[in-house]
């Protein structure tokens, strides 16, 4: 069993940057590929980005490449969600998952997060 709980988000201006975090419990943490999802107010959730149990694999949605980088402490059962140069179109509710490998299908996911607001302001 794992629990995961998101952190970081708020209001930014477009342009700016916020790291949202991802804090798991579970001494089985280290095991788990762990992936960021978003979901804007009237459209469906979406995959951002993923990473693999060591941290060695990663995957971006196309729409973030280059601006958002997805990175994992074991020691400390977190992962991060650098975000920079971000746009309006980067406002959702962002979403931590752990599942037992690194995939960018949301329904292979186990654990989920409750979300956390991000808003960019123009």
């Known amino acids: 069993q794992v629990q995961v709980v998101e952190s970081g988000g708020g209001l930014v201006q477009a342009g700016g940057s916020l790291r949202l975090s991802c804090a798991a419990s579970g001494r089985t943490f280290s095991s788990y590929g762990m992936g960021w999802f978003r979901q804007a107010p009237g459209k469906e959730r979406e995959f951002v980005a993923a990473?693999?149990?060591?941290?060695?694999?990663?995957r971006y949605a196309d729409s973030v490449k280059g601006r958002l980088t997805v990175s994992r402490d074991n020691a400390n059962n977190t992962v991060y969600l650098q975000m920079n140069s971000l746009k309006r179109e980067d406002t959702a509710v962002y979403y931590c998952a752990a599942g037992s490998y690194l995939t960018t299908i949301a329904n292979d996911y186990n654990y989920w997060g409750q979300g956390t607001q991000v808003t960019v302001s123009s």
């Open positions: 990473i693999s149990w060591s941290g060695a694999s990663i």
